[in-house]
């Protein structure tokens, strides 16, 4: 297989850092070396310390779910890249549909942030997707490729194969409803193609494009069997550990 699986968990506003800690040791205690899959938490900026402490020495690494495009300075709130980096962070969550929707982020912002965060040798997971309008009018590709190449513009040739993918159709994030995997995977070899066509086919072959929504332990392997479909972010399911290791467990299987 040329693409290692990733399982990445986004804890989005939940777990304090004392119960971050709690969480990241039950799924240390089972699958805190394994190597065969790509593993990433990601906290809270909060939890970020007590979680990284937990997974000092293991495998998994450590990831944050937002950063700002600044180096420093007068940004109430914010937080940098080279922040994250200190507590060892090694990815960062950028795009997701939450902070589009509710903080109002649009393409460019998250093209500054995605250079910045590999500016600072932190691998941005790039989420993007449709809504439901977006969908029922047919326009799922083109809101896509718009995410796409937004965020990925000015990223290099050199850089490329470091940035993950997540393609969470909106509709399917936190409502128990999954996409099909022929939905999933028709929208992961678009992207796939989409890469090909400004990085090369040798590549593109190479980027993790991950499926995120409603994605469980039930619904994963099937997911994950798709040629495009190299992992997950996973919202609901990593926040308790025996789903998010049986996650782990399924992409294994499926690597
Ligand atoms: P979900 O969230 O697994 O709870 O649907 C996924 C995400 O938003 O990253």
Known sequence: MIRKKVI??????????????ILARDIVAEIGRVTSVDIVLCPPFTALESVGRVLEGQAIK???????????????GEISAEMLRTLYATHVILGHSERRTYCGETDAFINRKVLAALANQLKPIVCVGETLAERETGSTLAVVQRHVEGALAGVTKQQITTVIIAYEPVWAIGTGRVATTAQAQEVHAFIRDLLTKLYGAPLAQKVRILYGGSMKPGNASELLAEKDIDGGLIGGASLEARSFIDLVKAADAAN
């Open 8 to 21: 990445a968990g986004n804890w989005k506003m939940n777990k304090t850092a004392g119960d971050g800690a």
């Open 62 to 76: 450590l990831g944050a779910q937002n950063m700002h495009p600044e180096k420093n300075g007068a940004f109430t």
